[in-house]
Nanobody
Framework: QVQLVESGGGLVQPGGSLRLSCAASGFTFSRYTMSWYRQAPGKERELVATITNPGNSTNYADSVKGRFTISRDNTKKTVYLQMNSLKSEDTAVYYC?????????????WGQGTQVTVSS
């Protein structure tokens, strides 16, 4: 059974930091590009950061460049999102995403999301 389980969300003051984790199971983690998305109330889900494998090439939304860092540990089957200098506009539900192409078929998995609230 495929599972992506996010953790690490919560309430933090502006300027603070959080580290999100996403633990994967039920599929070959190392074959998948891993991403973090977020969705704020009343807004569409947006891509925050992506990390490929192999090579660990990363890509970030302009709004988080220089503040967020995505990383992965293939031995632990976990992807992380380190979020620093948090702003109120970072408030959203953050979702973990796994994606790969296998025999021309696109495989996509999602986690259930974790709430991040930035407020004083």
């Amino acid at each position: 059974q495929v599972q992506l389980v996010e953790s690490g969300g919560g309430l933090v003051q502006p300027g603070g930091s959080l580290r999100l984790s996403c633990a994967a199971s039920g599929f070959t983690f190392s074959r998948y590009t891993m991403s973090w998305y977020r969705q704020a109330p009343g807004k569409e889900r947006e891509l925050v950061a992506t990390i490929t494998n192999p090579g660990n090439s990363t890509n970030y939304a302009d709004s988080v460049k220089g503040r967020f860092t995505i990383s992965r540990d293939n031995t632990k089957k976990t992807v992380y999102l380190q979020m620093n200098s948090l702003k109120s506009e970072d408030t959203a539900v953050y979702y973990c995403n796994a994606e790969t192409t296998w025999n021309t078929r696109l495989l996509v998995y999602w986690g259930q999301g974790t709430q991040v609230t930035v407020s004083s």
